[in-house]
């Protein structure tokens, strides 16, 4: 699975139901990405791809700071 372009996604958190849009690419065999939600735009981190499974921590600012786990 490639996951390269852009997703739609719902994520529920601790702090509730999270809407967001998720931009990925990769660059030289590294996976970058950024989130769009909420107003702010967020540089995802650690992005790795196992199969089907994309998992990355982003850090969250509104409605409190805190740091998101995906996966």
Request: charged share 20%; glycine share 14%; hydrophobic share 35%.
């Amino acid at each position: 699975m490639n996951p390269a372009g852009t997703w739609d996604l719902s994520l529920s958190t601790p702090i509730g139901e999270l809407s967001a849009v998720v931009e990925l690419r990769e660059n030289g065999g590294a996976w970058q990405g950024t989130a769009s939600g909420g107003g702010e735009e967020i540089e995802l981190r650690d992005i790795t791809v196992h199969g089907n499974r994309i998992v990355w921590t982003q850090p969250i600012t509104k409605p409190m700071r805190l740091n998101l786990s995906s996966g």
